[in-house]
């Protein structure tokens, strides 16, 4: 039977023209100190008191072992907004950086998949209502900056633990196919008895489109046919979100 899927340079920067590269991080003694004064500083201080652009620093020390790199920090900064979009970004839109290469990229996506990891260690295997802020926050660091739309779904026993997080798929900017028989069906698979759809808008705006709702009442609908709850539709912006049970469309 078949199924149907509903639709639902290291040339100045604006901005950085008056920034010199001091003497003490063009190479030698020199660099080493301001690496080994700066890794100091973040552990005494602490991470609340480190800005974004040495934060990136400590990060991109790994790469590039013998370079300076706070021009580099500064410029992906300037590129990309903060630290959290600089880390979440594609491999593709990262390597079009003057400066960026495949070192680079590899300890960003590391710095990426451990802060996603710790996030989804928070919520895992726990009750979702007693861990609410921390299951957005996860949500949040898994999807807030993809560049297409990802739908997942979020599987809960009967006392409302959180027993799977599964990527259903990822489509276009604005379109991702969803198949409720299919998510039924792995509902069954999982003696799951409901789930959370979650879903993110690559254009920033949480706002639910009339496929997004259209979507969310068939889901329903589906789970009830079967004794499954849908408890609630997350749709995922780039710092907000939605709650269909908190908008009341649920």
């Not at 300076?68 to 880390?87: H, I, K, M, Q, T």
């Not at 807030?144 to 027993?163: P, Q, S």
């Amino acid at each position: 039977m078949s199924q149907t899927a509903i639709q639902h340079s290291d040339t100045s920067l604006p901005g950085f023209e008056a920034i010199r590269v001091p003497a003490y991080e063009k190479g030698g003694e020199g660099l080493h100190g301001h690496r080994t004064r700066l890794r100091e500083k973040f552990m005494q201080r602490g991470p609340d008191a480190i800005p974004d652009d040495e934060v990136l620093e400590l990060v991109l020390f790994r790469a590039i072992p013998r370079r300076e790199v706070r021009s580099l920090a500064r410029r992906l900064l300037y590129e990309f907004g903060d630290f959290n979009r600089v880390v979440c970004s594609s491999p593709a839109r990262l390597s079009q950086v003057q400066g960026v290469g495949s070192a680079v990229i590899q300890e960003l996506k590391i710095v990426q998949i451990a802060a996603q990891r710790l996030a989804r260690a928070k919520v895992l295997h726990r009750e979702v209502l007693s861990c609410w802020e921390a299951l957005l926050d996860y949500c949040q660091t898994q999807m807030a900056h993809l560049e297409v739309e990802e739908f997942r779904i979020l599987y809960l026993d009967r006392k409302n633990i959180l027993i799977a997080d599964e990527r259903q798929g990822s489509g276009t900017v604005g379109h991702v196919p969803v198949f409720p028989r299919e998510i039924v069906k792995r509902a069954l698979e999982l003696n799951a008895s409901a789930f959370i759809m979650v879903h993110n808008h690559p254009s920033g705006d949480p706002t639910p489109s009339a496929a997004d709702v259209a979507m969310t009442k068939a889901m329903c609908e589906a789970g009830k046919a079967l004794d499954i709850k849908l408890h609630d539709h997350l749709i995922i912006g780039k710092s907000n979100h939605l709650s269909f049970r908190s908008e009341g469309l649920l």
